[in-house]
């Protein structure tokens, strides 16, 4: 059984940092993509950040190239999301997710796994 926990999430004024952390258990390995995406109150849930497996490419939402940088642990099986540069709009339930294939996607429906979320605050 696969279970992605996520951590790190908080009240933040803008332009502060936040290292978010997922940590992934179960059939979950560096060889499996993985995600972070974002849902704010009444909005669609839409992608943020992704890293592929084996190779560890990464590719990022336009909003926040730049901004956030992706990242793996292999060795403790969890990604990171480190935030910089916070600001009002980035107020959100940022969620990790995994996908059974190695190669990373903006796709929702692209990722079989999911964690429970942690919230992200930024206050003006």
């Known amino acids: 059984q696969v279970q992605l926990v996520e951590s790190g999430g908080g009240l933040v004024q803008a332009g502060g940092s936040l290292r978010l952390a997922c940590a992934a258990s179960?059939?979950?390995?560096?060889?499996?993509?993985m995600g972070w995406f974002r849902q704010a109150p009444e909005k669609e849930r839409e992608f943020v950040a992704a890293?592929?497996?084996?190779?560890?490419?990464?590719y990022y939402a336009d909003s926040v190239k730049g901004r956030f940088t992706i990242s793996r642990d292999n060795a403790k099986n969890t990604i990171y999301l480190q935030i910089d540069s916070l600001k009002p709009e980035d107020t959100a339930d940022y969620y990790c997710?995994?996908?059974?294939?190695?190669?990373?996607?903006?796709?929702?429906?692209?990722?079989?796994?999911w964690g429970r979320g942690t919230q992200v605050t930024v206050s003006s």
């Open positions: 890293i592929s497996g084996r190779t560890g490419t990464t």
């Open positions: 179960g059939r979950i390995s560096s060889d499996n993509g």
């Open positions: 997710a995994a996908a059974s294939r190695s190669s990373f996607s903006t796709d929702v429906l692209a990722y079989n796994y």
